[in-house]
């Protein structure tokens, strides 16, 4: 009985995929081919992962394998690697829609830019809670250059990521002032100003830095590859002062900030004061970088400028407050945000 069951189910079968090759064979080549995306250029390699049924929460790095491209699509030959997250990780399938995403959009800026071809290199890169795919397109026209984007995602619940939220904290306007010390610093070799912000860059993170990539020409004429921009986790500090570590109610409602002890105690400069000047100075590495004095608007700042901000630094109590504003006008290489509970998180670079 179970014999004659099986085999009336294996010629239901059977008829089913004569029926289906049929009805495919009725179909013209235009038909199958005529709606596709970079997914139909890419042979199809098996993911690594768990394949015995068993399906893992947590991203590692045996998670990950690469896909070759190799076509022609609209007179541009395509060639190279792309990454692919493993399907044994939950959030593979969001993570690889992004990736094809991505190389869609560079093989489209190859067509903007009339190549005759775009080649695909990747690289990965992951610390204990961040993983990276960087994903190169060199983009062969009359000035081969290259493109970068980056996909970057949580290792634990596989969430894609952008800058901020990859680092902690609110380090876009940080990397901005740092980025435009570093061009100012050299502008025989950099471009007066970056043409794109910051938030759309590609990136990476190690243990020690942030990454930050840009396409080739982006910084510079000289520059053909992807240039990178290297930070130093280890060299950002950050302070976050509660609504009662400041006063609110300043001149003109300004926030003033205690000097000494958000810039002596916690960020690391060295705050001193000078009696035969009755001024305090602001030094670090032992480099004397700023000078004020309370009740006097006029900001010192060796070497370069004197400026003024909405108001001069007070003296209360024996400690010396200056307005908010001090630190993203006057101080180098830091900003401030407040938060919803009006905190205040202050981040600064300290280069070596």
Known sequence: MQREAFNT??????GAMIAFVLFGMLLSPADVFANHTISDFIEDVPPPGNWDGNISRSWNSNMRTERPLTRRQDGISIQGTIPVAGYSFDSAHMINAEIESIVDSLIAEARRLRARAISFSHEYHSTDEV??????????????????QSVNFSVSDG????????????IIPLA???LSDIIRSNPERYYAA??????????????SQLVILFDGFRLSTRMGEAAAIELSLRNIRTVVLSQGEYRPDGPYGLKMIPLRDVL???????????????????SHGGVDIIELRPGDNEYIIFGTQRRQLETAPESIGGSIYVPITFFDEILPLTTYTIGFDRSITFLSYLAN
């Open 194 to 207: 970056l043409s794109a912000p910051l938030a759309s860059q590609a990136f990476y993170l190690t243990h």
């Open 9 to 14: 189910l294996h010629k239901m079968l059977r």
């Open 159 to 170: 969430r894609l990521l952008s800058m901020d939220e990859a680092t902690g904290m609110n």
């Open 131 to 148: 993983a990276s795919f960087v994903i190169f397109a060199n983009v062969i026209t009359t000035l081969p250059h290259t493109l970068v």
């Open 264 to 282: 002596h105690y916690r960020l690391g400069y060295n705050v001193r004061w000078c009696y035969d000047t009755s001024r305090a100075v602001i």
């Open 176 to 178: 901005e002032r740092i």
